[in-house]
């Protein structure tokens, strides 16, 4: 059986055939297989509907059913110029007028014939199950300047089930996307006035995100960390030290001209806490140190790019660096690793893709050695956590080896989360030191971390791993009290009160609507508990207890309900 890359891109040849049968004046571009499915950018006379969809999938059907044989061909590029110049398929004539080969290769099942390297399935018969997807514009080349084509996308998998799994995960992703649930859910907006990419939080986001920074911060003093704080801005003559202006600047925001001197807002947290290292002598016997920071910085990102919360152009990163001796660093690269897995499992994530990568072949700055010395304290570190991890040679940074980590979600859903980085570059350019053992000066070892990513990616993260149905810990609201009618609102307001006090995020809803109203409204906003409160729960101090997930659970006191929740919440439920 064909490979699915194979089979997804002969697919794309077969719904370019079905379209030129139900479109003659067609003009191809190009139809490559991508990652879960194929599409084709095509210059058509007028833009497809959702029922195109359907017509070009039936007529895909009648091909697959033909079994048409895919046959491969060589002509000269001047025959093949002429060939596709003849149709007047003018992409292609571009695509052979930039090709090296002088003997490009033809693909021609049935009617439809494509340049084309290759492969394909033996005949049209061979490919699985499929689905056209949506329409989308695409530029050709990419080129505003150029031609809108139009980007029928598909996909295909070997069996009927397997793409049943995947059309329904798609589905559900669409019910998932934050960009959707951030705003039904109240948790935080985008502005224009604002500026795109720059995030609202709102008073419900803001609480998750208080709930996440909490957690962090304990957890991080737990691992011997210290929490720094500094400033949004910095004068260009750091920037110009860390080498940003020289290798970043398309991604910063233009210089502030204040009192002659330039100021920049920071894209990134390390050059002060570099400065920081550098406000006293450092001893061997101060190492490691340990700073972390909830930094928030800005980074320019072209509209185009901006996605809900997961690429923006301000965010809070939950930065961290360690400066360390060269016989410090596997154990710190474990503890480093120690810390994520247990923050990932306190979110709810368990599994994870882990990614190794070493020193590129030429362009790196170090010695070989540290690098290899570095590069193994990383390989050791994975390995001792019983992870099993991909390498990938040649593909860390410039400036050092390092561990990329990508969370899989509820739907299976990788997501680039944590890096942990080691610098052989800025010590190198801010001249640090210490001093060991020998009374000499050495150079410290740098390792840039960040756990979660940042916070925007994070939470965006989180939204649709639960479907923005937070674990009780983390939830914006925990419980909210219902009165049944007027006279119970000061029940349920005191109620939430003594919630409150014990560190519950408890809320009335007080407004004049029948109880199934509110009840319906709670369950909408995901909330996890719902206490009804009437005449009997008044005067016997109780509560009607309602779970999001369980349905009605009875009466109980209101100090028992605290203690439940209390209990749920410091277990991480």
Not at 83 to 92: C, D, E, P, V
Request: glycine share 8%; hydrophobic share 35%.
């Amino acid at each position: 059986m064909p490979d699915l890359e194979t089979m997804r891109h002969s697919a794309s040849h077969v719904m370019a055939e079905a379209v030129q049968h139900l479109f003659p004046e067609a003009k191809f571009g190009i139809g490559p297989a991508i990652e879960n499915g194929f599409y084709y950018d095509i210059d058509l006379p007028r833009p497809l509907t959702p029922e195109d969809l359907e017509t070009i999938e039936a007529e895909m059907r009648k091909i697959v059913q033909e079994n048409q044989p895919f046959q491969r061909s060589e002509m000269s590029r001047q025959e093949a110029r002429d060939f596709f110049s003849k149709r007047g398929q003018l992409y292609k004539v571009e695509i052979i007028d930039q090709l090296e080969d002088e003997s490009p290769s033809i693909y021609q099942q049935g009617d439809f014939i494509d340049l084309c390297r290759g492969p394909h399935v033996a005949g049209s018969g061979e490919i699985g199950a499929f689905k056209l997807l949506s329409v989308a514009g695409a530029y050709w080349r990419g080129d505003e300047s150029r031609p809108m084509l139009q980007r029928i996308y598909g996909t295909t998998f070997r069996t009927q089930q397997e793409l049943d799994e995947y059309l329904w995960r798609q589905e559900e992703a669409k019910k998932r996307d934050h960009r959707r649930l951030g705003p039904e859910l109240d948790l935080f907006s985008v502005s224009e006035d604002v500026g795109p990419g720059l995030i609202l939080w709102h008073p419900k986001g803001g609480r998750v995100r208080i709930a996440i920074e909490e957690f962090w911060r304990k957890a991080h003093f737990g691992a011997g960390y210290e929490v720094v704080f500094t400033p949004h801005v910095g004068r260009g003559e750091l920037w110009q030290t860390s080498g940003h202006l020289d290798n970043y600047m398309d991604n910063m925001y233009p210089a502030m001209e204040l009192e002659g001197q330039r100021y920049f807002v920071k894209p990134m947290n390390c050059p002060f806490h570099i400065e920081m290292y550098k406000t006293r002598l450092r001893s061997y016997r101060d190492l490691p140190l340990r700073w972390a920071e909830l930094g928030t910085v800005y980074r320019f990102e072209r509209s185009g790019v901006l996605h809900g919360l997961l690429r923006v152009r301000g965010f809070t990163q939950d930065d961290a660096h360690i400066f360390c001796r060269p016989d410090q660093i596997e154990d710190e690269v474990l503890g480093a690793l120690d810390l994520t897995l247990y923050l990932f499992r306190s979110f709810g994530f368990h599994e994870y893709d882990v990614y190794l990568s070493t020193r590129p072949e030429d362009k790196y700055v170090g010695d070989p050695a540290d690098w290899d010395k570095a590069t193994e304290a990383l390989r050791q570190a994975v390995t001792k956590r019983g992870l099993a991890y991909q390498i990938d040679e040649g593909g860390g940074a410039f400036y050092g080896p390092k561990i990329d980590i990508k969370i899989k979600d509820a739907l299976g859903r990788s997501w680039q989360c944590t890096t942990i980085q080691f610098d052989f570059n800025l010590p190198e350019r801010f001249d640090l030191s210490f001093v060991g053992e020998d009374g000499k000066e050495h150079r410290p070892y740098m390792v840039h971390r960040a756990l979660l990513g940042s916070l925007e990616r994070f939470f965006a993260i989180l939204v649709e791993h639960y479907a923005g149905a937070f674990p009780i810990w983390l939830a914006p609201v925990q419980a909210v009290v219902i009165p049944i009618a007027d006279r119970h609102l000061e029940y349920a307001q005191q109620s939430a009160r003594r919630l409150g006090a014990a560190g519950l995020r408890v809320d009335v809803d007080g407004r004049r609507e029948k109880v199934n109203f509110k009840i319906r409204e709670a369950q909408l906003q995901k909330i996890p508990y719902m206490l009804v409160v009437g005449d009997r729960e008044l005067e016997s101090g109780m509560a009607a207890v309602r779970s999001r997930s369980q349905g009605d659970l009875g009466a109980r006191p209101l100090e028992e309900i605290q203690e439940m929740l209390l209990a749920q919440v410091a277990n991480k439920e």
